[in-house]
């Protein structure tokens, strides 16, 4: 029997599925609880291995909208009243074709399917108003559905769930229209879905199309981040996209998108996938992107959301939706972000309209005029320089000439959190000064000793055990500041790692008396209007955009944050405006008290959120107001034309550089 599947089952098994349906009423059955109980049988640690999602019929209505049923939607409402365009509509959908290449228990191609034997019922009753026909053949069928899955038991609930799908879409024909010409048995042929490795397997081999198909790939493929990778997946994911060098810090996921946009390139077919936001931020924007675009462009997308199901446990993570179609579609775009959305002309890979220039690690700064930013003074000293405040106590009051030698060490976590340690900071002179101090010969000697049996590196400095491994960078600043100058030379602290929960991560000066540590980013002799500067909304929007992420904090990157940042030209008048401000923001710190962490708080996090001091997020807020304007001179609508218009100033000062 063509175009069907033959069953075969014994007398026993027949009895008992006979049993089953008049027990369970399958019309009543929701396809999402099908996933939800694959997940309840699959132990913690596969679905943590293979990285499966179970989604609910909501946020796959999310993906599947703008990626063909809206259109199809709007085509029927245009083809209303005329039998011909209908009849070419049922046609059209009669060849479309779609795949799901991480389909898991089939969710995606299960809702897929109901909507269009829906939609083909409305047709059906138009048509019938048109000619009085009570003919209503589907045409709608099973094997227009493809997908992948790696575990063979999910395929298998995964064609069950599509026959219970048919079955339900026959029984609510009938009810809307009585006797039918297609009933749920013998069961239809359902496509090719295939058990396999997705990223390993040639799509177009199982879903083999042509220019003109119209073919939609979708789905939730794993998110698996770089760090969480085996060896296997690793190579699974350079074989997917096409040996990318870089394809070690990258998301899992990356290889479903390169894999679907080569499908994809120079055809009328699309893709819709769901992705956690870390490939539209951070240094993988660099990394996955411009190899995409060589395929297609976004379609469609939705800025960040967090994202639930109906499975066990129900675990949400902050996605984007994205969707690629090739460069021969010249229909606007979609972008969608707080249940509206806005038709635009080009989707940039940050999600925000603009063009397709991805940020990049630089050396240098695109603003010549600012200052230098670099990582602290790194001692890679085995601890050994390093002096809590007991210990600092007990050394200058037993010599308080060490006062010279021993500066405040702050780091990221020191700054946020008020912790206060010290170090031995000496150079060639203060050494010969000091070395015969029990505590100064003691700690060198063991610093020289941590060297000696390091690394290379480390090796090559032991010869100098009294000096911090990196300092030249802060030493050239102070030298060239008292050159010019006979004030204290200020520096801007950043820490290197800050919580998402805070709307600013907390800035500061140090002066000349405080040595910043490798784990958090300085900027030596810089102007205190620059801090106001970096600790604006703007600059926050960049970061979050343009930064990359420690778990789920942000991580501060001179490279690729602070470098990159486009400073529209301020006039003197405008500095002292920012400076004034920031200043007023200092002062509000030291007033409140506490720690920075306890002031700045957590007002973003989803659970026990910890709301900012008041006080100083007025200031902060006013501070916004002076910076904006000196990017636009009318108020922004939202973040995403902030990020908008940076974008745009980024790829001019570039431009004009190249």
């Known amino acids: 029997m063509s175009g069907y599947a033959l069953v075969v089952f014994s007398k026993k098994s027949r009895n008992l599925i006979i049993e089953a349906g008049e027990l369970i009423g399958w019309d009543k059955v929701n396809p999402d609880i099908l996933g939800s109980m694959l997940q309840a049988v699959a132990s913690e640690d596969k679905r943590s291995h293979l990285g499966m999602h179970y989604t609910s019929v909501p946020n796959i209505m999310k993906v599947i909208n703008p990626l063909f049923l809206d259109d199809l939607h709007e085509e029927f409402e245009k083809a209303k009243g005329n039998e011909t365009k209908l009849n070419n509509l049922l046609e059209r959908m009669r060849k479309m074709k779609f795949m799901d290449p991480a389909c898991g228990s089939g969710n995606f191609l299960i809702i897929t399917y109901k909507e269009l034997r829906r939609l083909e019922m409305d047709i059906f009753e138009e048509l019938g108003k048109l000619n009085n026909s009570t003919m209503y053949v589907p045409t709608i069928d099973l094997g227009q559905f493809y997908g992948i899955e790696i575990e063979d038991f999910a395929v298998d609930v995964t064609r069950l769930s599509l026959y219970i799908a048919d079955h339900q879409m026959n029984l609510e024909l009938k009810r809307r229209y009585g006797d039918v010409l297609r009933e749920t048995l013998p069961l239809h042929k359902v496509g090719d879905i295939r058990c396999g490795n997705a990223l390993r397997l040639d799509w177009n081999e199982i879903l083999p199309h042509e220019k003109d198909d119209e073919v939609y790939l979708f789905g939730n493929p794993p998110y698996l981040g770089a760090k969480k990778q085996n060896s296997k997946q690793k190579k699974d994911l350079e074989f997917a996209v096409d040996g990318n060098k870089k394809f070690k810090k990258l998301d899992y996921i990356c290889g479903w998108f390169n894999k679907g946009a080569k499908y994809i390139k120079d055809t009328d077919s699309k893709l819709g996938f769901v992705t956690t936001n870390s490939i539209t931020q951070g240094e993988q924007v660099a990394m996955i992107w411009p190899q995409l675009l060589e395929y297609g462009q976004i379609s469609y997308a939705y800025k ?173 600043a102070i030298k060239k500041h008292h050159s010019k100058a006979n004030n204290e030379m200020l520096t801007i602290i950043i820490p290197r790692v800050s919580s998402e929960n805070r709307l600013y991560i907390p800035m500061g000066i140090v002066g000349e008396d405080t040595i910043v540590s490798d784990a958090a980013t300085a900027i030596y002799d810089a102007p205190l209007w620059l801090l106001g500067l970096l600790e604006s909304r703007m600059h926050m929007v960049w970061l979050r955009n343009v930064g990359g992420k420690l778990k789920t904090d942000y991580r501060y990157s001179a490279g690729l944050v602070y470098n990159t940042f486009p400073v529209p030209e301020l006039s003197t008048r405008r500095k002292n405006e920012i400076e004034e401000l920031i200043g007023n923001i200092l002062d509000i710190r030291e007033e409140e008290g506490g720690t920075l962490a306890e002031l700045y708080g957590s007002p973003l996090a989803t659970k026990n959120p910890k709301p900012m001091n008041p006080r100083l997020l007025e200031a902060h807020k006013e501070l916004d107001k002076v910076v904006d304007r000196a990017y636009k001179s009318t108020d922004f609508k939202d973040d995403n034309e902030r990020l908008a218009l940076l974008l745009n100033m980024y790829s001019e000062m570039v431009n004009k550089k190249g």
């Open 304 to 476: 960040s959301f967090k994202w639930s199901n109906n499975a066990k446990g129900n675990a949400g993570v902050t996605v984007n939706i994205i969707g690629m179609q090739a460069y021969r579609n010249k229909k606007n775009k979609k972008l969608f972000f707080d249940n509206n959305y806005e038709v635009v002309s080009h989707i940039s890979p940050y999600l925000v309209i603009g063009n397709d220039r991805v940020i990049t690690n630089s050396r240098k700064n695109i603003n010549k005029s600012l200052p230098q930013a670099a990582l602290g003074s790194l001692p890679l000293d085995g601890g050994n320089f390093i002096l809590d405040a007991n210990e600092y106590s007990d050394a200058v009051r037993d010599n308080n000439n060490l006062k010279e030698i021993l500066k405040k060490y702050i780091g990221s976590k020191e700054f946020i959190n008020g912790d206060i340690r010290y170090v031995l900071w000496l150079n060639n002179e203060t050494y010969m000064k000091h070395k015969n101090n029990a505590l100064v010969k003691n700690r060198v000697e063991k610093v020289r000793l941590f060297r000696k049996n390091g690394g290379t590196s480390a090796k090559g400095a032991a010869d100098r055990p009294y000096e911090f491994f990196t300092k030249k960078v802060r030493e050239d």
